[in-house]
T-cell receptor, first 112, second 112 residues
Framework: DADVTQTPRNRITKTGKRIMLECSQT?????MYWYRQDPGLGLRLIYY???????NKGEISDGYSVSRQAQAKFSLSLESAIPNQTALYFC???????????FGPGTRLTVL | AQSVTQPDIHITVSEGASLELRCNYS??????LFWYVQSPGQGLQLLLK??????LVQGIKGFEAEFKRSQSSFNLRKPSVHWSDAAEYFC??????????FGKGTKLTVNP
């Protein structure tokens, strides 16, 4: 089984809809991250959490919110989706600074 | 703030040829540097990392990278490319921040 799972893998939605992307990990790590990937822009950090009670904004948090339900679960929400949020979203986890980040397979989100 | 630049957006090589992907970093002190690979439809996987010590680091899948402080570079190399190496490659750094900062990526195409 994969160490980091994301659901759904693909989602098409309409402008204005609320969307939740979910991430679960079995690595036992405290630190979790949400990234967005757009062609030619690399990965940009949306939100990160270093433990269950810690939530931090990344460089592009506007229009997004997160919830850390447990050590193993970190969800990303788009309260009112807009077309420029169409992208590939990745969840990742690591056990501390300067350690390898383990990535989920990604969620491809299309907002019409 | 730390940053990395990958000057080449897209590189095409023939199978069996050598490969070098460029990465330049910007950070005053010794940075922590990583190379990740993203195969089509998958998440990112760590190839190798540099923290200190020997400036030539070996990674998985036959890749290596050399840290050159004088050139602010951490280029990725492979002596003989295989068709399965076709992917997108990301250089990343954690230089003084607990967050990973990615370059915009280099897409590698391998011709038969």
């Amino acid at each position: 089984d994969a160490d980091v799972t994301q659901t759904p893998r693909n989602r098409i939605t309409k402008t204005g809809k609320r969307i939740m992307l979910e991430c679960s990990q079995t690595k036992g790590h405290d630190r979790m991250y949400w990234y967005r990937q757009d062609p030619g822009l690399g990965l940009r950090l949306i939100y990160y959490s270093f433990d269950v009670k810690d939530i931090n904004k990344g460089e592009i948090s506007d229009g997004y919110s997160v919830s850390r339900q447990a050590q193993a679960k970190f969800s990303l929400s788009l309260e009112s989706a807009i077309p420029n949020q169409t992208a590939l979203y990745f969840c990742a986890t690591d056990r501390g600074v300067y350690n390898e980040q383990f990535f989920g397979p990604g969620t491809r989100l299309t907002v019409l | 703030a730390q940053s990395v630049t990958q000057p080449d957006i897209h590189i095409t090589v023939s199978e069996g040829a050598s490969l070098e992907l460029r990465c330049n970093y910007s950070y005053g002190a010794t940075p922590y540097l990583f190379w990740y690979v993203q195969s089509p439809g998958q998440g990112l996987q760590l190839l190798l990392k540099y923290f200190s010590g020997d400036t030539l680091v070996q990674g998985i899948k036959g890749f290596e990278a050399e840290f050159k402080r004088s050139q602010s570079s951490f280029n990725l190399r492979k002596p003989s490319v295989h068709w399965s190496d076709a992917a997108e490659y990301f250089c990343a750094t954690q230089g003084g921040s607990e967050k990973l900062v990615f370059g915009k990526g280099t897409k590698l195409t391998v011709n038969p």
